[in-house]
């Protein structure tokens, strides 16, 4: 299948339409109280007599999907909670500490059939990379994404870099 330029398809979709759009949701979610739903309805799921399965179906029946990014050998490094009813998609150290991967590890920790099932996903995943090596088209649209993904992690690692300094430099000032 031909791939065509997002400018074929409509300006809606295009480099600078998703910019503003990015843009926009940037500027929501920096609004006072945009996050506080989102942040009590998963408080509200977090409980250790729960399982991650049972986590993520208690939220689902809120609207919200949740995405665990796990290592190879089962450890929790990211989650990311998206709530289609606010049209928010954040990270749990963007809602605050008590959201973190750390927290979230020590909450649900992986069962040794998770870590089997999780070391044989990433055997998978590296077969599926041998494989997009023979269909070169498939594998640089997957390079592509993997490298957009990568870019946007890394801005939003510099912003959070710009705005600790801010704010060391503002207790500074103030002593």
Known sequence: MEQAPSSKIGKDVGYDALQKYYGKSKAVLKEEGALDRLRQTVR??????????EFRQ????????????INPVGRI???TFIDHEA????DGSMLGKEFS???FNELYP???KEERHTVEQHAEQEHEVQNHMANPVSGIVDTLLDLADARAYEEQQRIRQ??????AGRCNFQL
């Open 87 to 90: 049209g928010i998609v954040a």
């Open 110 to 112: 992986a069962s040794a």
């Open 162 to 167: 710009r705005k600790r300094r801010q704010n």
């Open 44 to 53: 509200d799921a977090m409980s250790p007599r729960n399982t991650r399965d």
């Open 101 to 103: 991967a750390n927290v």
């Open 77 to 79: 490094y990211g989650v």
């Open 58 to 69: 208690l939220l689902k029946a809120d609207g919200i999907d949740t995405i665990f990014r």
